[in-house]
């Protein structure tokens, strides 16, 4: 997800008051801070795959520039944004360095227009794929080796892999919003007829500015909680499936 070099000067106030407004809350309870420290390991590992996962899926439509950039890698220093990261661990909606790609160095098995798509749908399928894999091995420890989550070591591992779902199922709902500049809105433009598409490319700051409009509002919240609800009572259904064979 892409948020471009803030050289505007209200995008620069806005980004600060979010970043303060929240952090404010966060040092006045001792809870949430707590909370906001279990959740780093989460963020690093959502952060990081989610970039990586354009990176590779670009790679491997014939687009080496995320290679010869040095983004194929899960080192998160090659993806981490300081910005995105502190919003996404006070605010709860963030965004990691971008990957660049070329999409005219894709191979021709695919159009331009779908590959595009691919590439930006793997950062969000990368994210429910770990949300999925933190649930199994979630279910896995509350099913056989409950002794363990109930030691201080057992029950922060547990509260870590919590964090890590919740985040991970966030930062993939949230991506998929179809508006600039989230990766749902590159998805979009390939199921987007001719006009419709030329409409949306020549109105993107416009859709911009109505993504800005609802993420800073409790709208963004309207529109991604009964997607976060569906995902997370999927995952529960795995997580008890996987318990149940352990009970």
């Known amino acids: 997800m892409f948020f471009g070099n803030f050289s505007n000067p209200w995008m620069i106030i806005l980004l600060i008051w979010l970043i303060f407004d929240n952090i404010s809350y966060y040092l006045t309870e001792p809870g949430a ?5 279990l959740s780093i390991p989460g963020i690093l590992i959502a952060i990081t795959f989610h970039e990586y996962a354009h ?5 491997k439509l014939g687009d080496d520039t995320p290679r010869r950039q040095g983004r194929l890698t899960l080192n998160p220093l090659k993806h981490i944004d300081p910005i995105g990261a502190i919003l996404l661990l006070t605010a709860g909606f963030g965004w990691g360095k971008p990957v660049e790609i070329n ?4 191979n021709r098995t695919v159009s331009i227009k779908k590959g595009n798509a691919l590439v930006s749908l793997a950062g969000p399928a990368m994210n429910f794929i770990l949300a999925i894999a933190f649930s199994i091995i979630y279910g ?11 030691t201080t070591v057992g029950a922060v591992i547990n509260s870590v892999i919590i964090y890590a779902i919740s985040i991970n199922v966030g930062l993939g709902v949230f991506n998929l919003i179809p508006l600039p500049p989230l990766d749902g809105s590159k998805i979009l433009l390939a199921f987007l007829p001719s006009k419709a598409r030329v409409w ?3 109105h993107e700051y416009i859709l911009y500015i109505v993504f800005i409009a609802i993420w800073v ?8 909680s009964p997607a976060i609800k569906f995902v997370n009572a999927g995952l529960m259904k795995l997580i008890n499936l996987i318990i149940g064979l352990g009970a």
Do not use: E, K, Q
């Open 33 to 37: 801070l707590l909370g906001l420290i």
């Open 55 to 59: 990176a590779w899926a670009a790679d």
């Open 103 to 106: 999409s005219n160095n894709f």
């Open 140 to 150: 896995l420890l509350n099913a056989f080796a409950r002794g363990f989550i109930l």
């Open 200 to 202: 949306y490319m020549n």
């Open 217 to 224: 509002t409790p709208v963004a919240g309207l529109i991604i």
